[in-house]
């Protein structure tokens, strides 16, 4: 069965089969800024932590128009990664890792997420459309939903399988700095603090984006039984209570005021 220990496998086995076991695998290159060598860099960036670093290397590559990237495949997902942790300032490993740990805990499905974000970060933010964090994981998601088919496919390769668990989380984390934002911030426990008397309807509908990527993301990621993807999918659930895949606000209102 696909499980989260053999995606993990995968995902490190690519990233140590670039970075080589103790040095840099393009030691010795003459010309560090080509395309080869910036790729290199970026997945050495990503390792150590260094995530605007990573982001900045694959921009050159790929531009930052994420709708038309001018890059392949490997590196766009490389670039979609590197925006999910400049954001969370965890990378997509250590995220799902996380995460799946948390979910099998006693908190709530939100805050199995929500709980792991930069949280002071999150609650500086007045405006979902201009928040830092938001508008990271936005470029990824669009980033993911350009590699990924239209619809899910009934057996899906192994690679699209590891993009949809990535675009799941990423959408769950969207919807909770959404949440977070809109709620006037989050506690340090990752509960929302106040119910919104009003949400705008561009909120409304990115959120709404985030409930059916998280539906797709589940379903394509192969992985509907784990502990993680259940509480993603109580997320979905929850904010989207008449299953219609529209969240209005009256949902979304209910849905906060029963994790306070």
Known sequence: MYTIKKLFIMLVFTSMFFAGCGGNLFEGLSDRTSATAKKEDAKIALDKGNYNEAVSLLEDLCGTDTSNLTCDEETQTDLASAYIASATNLDVLQLIAKAEEAAAGTSSSFTTVSSLLPITDINACADPATCPISEGMSKAITILEGLLPATVPVNPTDTEKNLYLQLA?????????????????LYDDGTPKNVPQSIDTATLTTITDDVNN???GVA?????????????????TGIDSN????????????YITNLQ
């Not at 989380?169 to 809109?182: C, E, H, Q, R």
């Open 220 to 236: 394509g990621s192969g992985l509907g039984s784990t502990e993680l993807t259940n509480d993603i999918n109580n997320i979905k």
């Open 169 to 185: 989380v990423a959408s769950a984390v969207d919807a909770a700095v959404n949440i977070g934002v809109v709620s006037g911030g």
């Open 214 to 216: 998280i539906i797709d």
């Open 243 to 254: 299953s219609d895949g529209n969240v209005v606000l009256g949902e979304l209102q209910t």
